[in-house]
Nanobody, 126 residues
Framework: QVQLVESGGGLVQAGGSLRLSCAAS????????MGWFRQAPGKEREFVAA????????YYADSVKGRFTISRDNAKNTVHLQMNSLKPEDTAVYYC???????????????????WGQGTQVTVSS
């Protein structure tokens, strides 16, 4: 079992930056691919970014490519999402997720993630 806790959300003006963090419990964190997803009011949850178990491969949604960076620190059981040049359309609840299959690659498919955090709100004002 893996528990995920997100932090770092908040209110920021357009063009600003935020850094989200996701702290994971368990000794097997380094074996899991991780992802960030987001859900805006009235919309479906959508993929933002993913990173494979080793951190050697990353994958981004087109809407955030060049602005967001996902990274992980396996020694500290954490994954981060650095968000720069934020836009009002980035406003959403952001979720951290882990794939349950050991040593898997990154994925944009929500169905392939087995563990989810409770989410952290990001609001970007214009």
């Amino acid at each position: 079992q893996v528990q995920l806790v997100e932090s770092g959300g908040g209110l920021v003006q357009a063009g600003g930056s935020l850094r989200l963090s996701c702290a994971a419990s368990g000794r097997t964190f380094s074996r899991f691919a991780m992802g960030w997803f987001r859900q805006a009011p009235g919309k479906e949850r959508e993929f933002v970014a993913a990173i494979n178990w080793s951190g050697g491969s990353t994958y981004y949604a087109d809407s955030v490519k060049g602005r967001f960076t996902i990274s992980r620190d396996n020694a500290k059981n954490t994954v981060h999402l650095q968000m720069n040049s934020l836009k009002p359309e980035d406003t959403a609840v952001y979720y951290c997720a882990a794939r349950g299959t050991y040593f898997s690659g990154s994925s944009s498919n929500t169905a392939e993630y087995d563990y989810w955090g409770q989410g952290t709100q990001v609001t970007v004002s214009s």
